[in-house]
């Protein structure tokens, strides 16, 4: 209680973000987490978690019950929301009865962020689809992981096979020895809706082509069944032939990439403008990759086919497939008008204006006026005059900076639309950092575990970087309450406040 109070003092009242998403939690039971993303009195940008709901329905209109239930509790109202962002599940986007539109009913400026690494995904997803040997190369790595884990004899030969590779490696200098390297590898399985997944499955299976073709041999050999035999033979016919190779190798480049956007995309203090810039520079990379790494390409497909006796063909006729898209908005135009790299050099005062004209509950005619006369003058002062603001990397720095310097009192509707750009989210990964505590909180050994427990142990599994600004003791002797400390409670309560790095 004294977290989320810390929490409601932090957010003083001003606009606000919602992020949500629902998970199972152990026992089966559908649990909704919903995080608050605001700016601090010092400017800064922050994300926290207030609480894990417990819902029957999935429907969009429990959902809402259930947000407009807690922010009753926690004295706050739909009116402060400035954005949300969720997944791509039709109880989160519809366009006619979902969450984000019976929000934006009670706010008309709560604008809805698609959760960019979901978006990621699923392009990745959908256009990948679209070429034949990318969707037969997944099902092929399904199909081998489905054969090499149906039976434990083979995931030991599987395990033997790596750690003889991995002797011989050793032996002639390929490997490099040292703390955490070389370590056991297993197949991973591609899922459309899992970050990631593509890129850790097919890595993989490069890392570990050697102990595959192994235990496909074997099982060639030794199969008792002939439809287990004739499987056998022929994924090893598949895995060995260089359009598998190239097609492995070619996502792996692709796909390095747009994880590392991923990634990126997923850190807390990520800012919608940013993150457009973090788009258009994995935009360009793939686009070289395309342009210029052919050559690079075929020599390392080339070397893998040598080292595993795969024919190699020649090249006559080369492939290219293009696929493009583009989003446009006079939000996301706004947004990177307003950024500072570059000393301010895609400021536009017409765009930011479009932008404000989105947000009606906040700028009316008089105020709008208002904002294009500060643009100007804010303009002239923090990209030519100021030299405090000449080397800002983004939005973030921007609103520290401006609340230091005291400009955002001097210049009050333009820091008003840089909290909106700030509040925007880019990804819904607090909310699954959430769930990721709440699988270890609440698991097989504890999962009788009533909510009104989950949802206070996650507060402070999600909130201990400020626990050293709460006086627990104080709080406790006004109160007087003598409830133990975690070191005094029992077992379930010592394990609810497990090192960080441990929910982690």
């Not at 395990?159 to 200098?173: P, T």
């Not at 909290?419 to 925007?424: D, E, I, P, R, S």
Request: glycine share 4%.
């Amino acid at each position: 209680m004294e977290t989320i109070k810390a929490i409601i003092k932090e957010l003083n009242g001003d606009y606000f973000a919602l992020l949500v998403d629902e998970s199972f939690d152990v026992s089966r039971k559908e649990q909704m987490a919903i995080v608050l993303r605001y700016v601090d009195r010092m400017g800064f940008m922050v994300e926290r978690l207030v609480d894990i709901v417990h819902v029957k329905d999935t429907c969009a209109s429990s959902l809402k019950k259930a947000i407009v239930d807690l922010f009753a509790k926690l004295s706050l109202s739909l009116s402060y929301v400035r954005g949300q962002c969720y997944d791509g599940a039709s109880n989160m986007q519809g366009e006619l009865n979902g969450l984000k539109m019976l929000i934006r009913q009670e706010s008309r400026s709560a604008h809805s962020i698609h959760c960019f690494a979901h978006q990621l995904q699923l392009t990745l997803v959908a256009v990948s689809k679209k070429c034949i040997q990318v969707g037969e190369l997944v099902v092929l790595v399904s199909n081998i992981l489905n054969v090499l884990g149906s039976s434990f004899k083979r995931m030991d030969e599987f395990q033997e096979s790596q750690k003889e590779r991995i002797e011989e490696a050793l032996d002639m200098g390929e490997f490099k020895t040292g703390r955490g390297l070389n370590q056991e590898l297993g197949l991973s399985r591609a899922c459309d809706t899992r970050w990631g997944s593509h890129y850790k499955s097919f890595k993989n299976s490069i890392l570990m082509f050697g102990s595959i073709l192994d235990v496909l041999e074997a099982l060639v050999v030794d199969a008792r069944l002939m439809d287990n035999r004739a499987k056998a033979i022929g994924y090893l016919k598949t895995c060995q032939t260089f359009e598998v190779a190239f097609i492995l190798h070619l996502m792996i480049d692709v796909l390095a990439i747009t994880n590392k956007l991923n990634k990126c995309l997923q850190k807390k203090e990520q800012d919608i403008a940013n993150a457009m810039l973090l788009v258009e520079v994995a935009k360009r990379r793939l686009q070289s990759l395309r342009e210029d790494d052919w050559d690079s390409l075929i020599e390392k497909v080339s070397t893998f086919s040598i080292k595993y006796g795969i024919l190699i063909p020649n090249f006559d006729e080369p492939y290219v497939n293009s696929l493009r898209s583009r989003l446009t908005t006079n939000l996301l135009h706004g947004v990177a008008c307003l950024n500072p790299i570059d000393s301010f050099s895609s400021f536009d005062i017409k765009k930011i204006m479009k932008m404000a004209k989105i947000y009606p509950d906040d700028f009316d005619e008089v105020s709008m006026g208002d904002l294009e006369n500060q643009l100007a003058t804010y303009i002239i002062d923090v990209r030519d005059i100021d030299e405090r603001f000449s080397n800002l990397n983004g939005l973030c720095d921007l609103s520290r900076k401006l609340v230091q310097t005291k400009k955002n009192l001097n210049f009050p509707l333009v820091f008003c639309l840089v909290k909106f750009a700030l509040l925007l989210p880019v990804a819904t990964a607090s909310v699954e950092r959430a769930f990721s505590a709440m699988k270890f909180i609440k698991n097989d050994m504890r999962n009788r575990m009533n909510d009104e427990l989950l949802s206070g142990c996650l507060d402070l599994a999600n909130t201990q970087s400020q626990e050293d600004d709460i006086d627990y003791d104080n709080n406790a002797d006004k109160s007087g309450d003598d409830t133990p400390f975690p070191d005094e409670g029992n077992d379930e309560e010592k394990m609810c406040f497990a090192d960080e790095n441990e929910n982690e």
